[in-house]
């Protein structure tokens, strides 16, 4: 297995829901990653998982939670989100914090 | 300051035409070296990578690179574009000496005329 998968594929959600992003890997990778890109930009870095540990947060706004609960999984947790937090989220997953990164396909938020 | 540099926001070429996308960074020692390519929608794949020994690198969809130190850059190159190559192009740099960071270029659009 050789991807990264992210669910949903697409999401419309108001300001005040409450909604998940997840993102799975079967690799072995040990660091995940989330980003963010708005169309026409290249992916931001949001935040890393290495060792299923918190290593790398970009200060982002707590309004986006994430959560690593094995070495496969990761979340990222939605909560009273903006209209400017559309965008594409991609998930990424690399054997040991550096080298390549696998990308999911994402996951496109809509924020009315 | 690392920084990675990618001078083309948008480039043209006619289906069967030889491709080059530029790509420079600044930093003081040898950094590992990705192109990806992004289709609308979709993540980022990974087309090659540089890390060191032979500095011209293959890749994935008849695309290669070359690692030139003395001018700081990683160019990605194609003899003949086909259609299906127009998408986004996003070049990055994983710095590790120092403060370790890993960047994306700004991405250059490649549209393909047939």
């Known amino acids: 297995d050789t991807e990264v998968t992210q669910t949903p594929k697409h999401l419309v959600m108001g300001m005040t829901n409450k909604k998940s992003l997840k993102c799975e890997q079967h690799m072995g990778h040990r660091a995940m990653y989330w980003y963010k890109q708005k169309a026409k930009k290249p992916p931001e870095l949001m935040f890393v998982?290495?060792?299923?540990?918190?290593?790398i947060n970009e200060s982002v706004p707590s309004r986006f939670s994430p959560e690593c609960p094995n070495s496969s999984l990761l979340n990222l947790h939605l909560h009273a989100l903006q209209p400017e937090d559309s965008a594409l989220y991609l998930c990424?997953?690399?054997?040991?914090?550096?080298?390549?990164?696998?990308f999911g396909s994402g996951t496109q938020l809509s924020v009315l | 300051a690392q920084s990675v540099t990618q001078p083309d926001i948008h480039i043209t070429v006619s289906e069967g035409a030889s491709l080059e996308l530029r790509c420079n960074y600044s930093y003081g020692a040898t950094p590992y070296l990705f192109w990806y390519v992004q289709s609308p929608g979709q993540g980022l794949q990974l087309l090659l990578k540089?890390?060191?020994?032979?500095?011209l690198v293959q890749g994935i969809k008849g695309f290669e690179a070359e690692f030139k130190r003395s001018q700081s850059s990683f160019n990605l190159r194609k003899p003949s574009v086909h259609w299906s190559d127009a998408a986004e192009y996003f070049c990055?740099?994983?710095?590790?000496?120092?403060?370790?960071?890993?960047?994306f270029g700004t991405g250059t659009r490649l549209k393909v005329l047939a």
């Open positions: 990424a997953s690399s054997q040991d914090g550096g080298g390549r990164r696998v």
């Open positions: 998982y290495s060792y299923e540990k918190l290593s």
């Open positions: 990055a740099v994983e710095f590790t000496s120092g403060t370790y960071k890993y960047i």
């Open positions: 540089y890390f060191s020994g032979d500095t």
